[in-house]
């Protein structure tokens, strides 16, 4: 997204471009899966003097304007995504970390079952499945 989209969108809802916010976009957008913490050091390597609270703020922000989505992918921190990505299903090792993204028709009959039965739509941007990647099965 460009600084001059992102400014109109902020000013629509009061809101200014501070560089602060166009760095912490850029980051997550070329971070690609991306933990406040490594887009607050991210935007350090850049200007000094942003804190912590200041990008997760930001973050939050990006999300309420469609910009950015989040996913948890482990106990920590939610991890961030540019929402401009084709929507994905996040399978996250438990053993070494990795996080792979599949296409979400995968999930199409669970999804389709839910919908049905019970009238829920799932959110598959949001979808993390934990297990064990396929290095990690040989190497056990």
Not at 1 to 18: C, F, I, V
Not at 109 to 131: I, K, N, T, W, Y
Request: aromatic fraction near 2%; glycine fraction near 8%; include cysteine.
């Amino acid at each position: 997204m460009s600084a001059t989209s992102l400014a109109a969108m902020l000013r629509e809802r009061g809101l200014r471009l501070t560089p602060q916010r166009q760095l912490i976009l850029e980051a997550v957008h070329e971070l690609g899966h991306a933990t406040p913490e490594s887009v607050h050091n991210a935007v350090l390597e850049r200007v000094a003097g942003v804190n912590i609270t200041t990008v997760y703020r930001t973050l939050e922000l990006l999300e309420e304007l469609g910009l950015v989505n989040h996913t948890h992918l482990s106990h920590g921190s939610p991890t961030y995504h540019a929402a401009g990505e084709h929507q994905h299903v996040h399978l996250v090792c438990r053993s070494c970390g990795s996080i792979e993204e599949m296409d979400p028709v995968v999930l199409a009959p669970v999804c389709a079952r839910l919908l049905e039965e019970r009238d829920f739509r799932v959110d598959v941007g949001h979808v993390s499945l934990f297990g064990v990647c396929g290095k990690c099965k040989e190497s056990q």
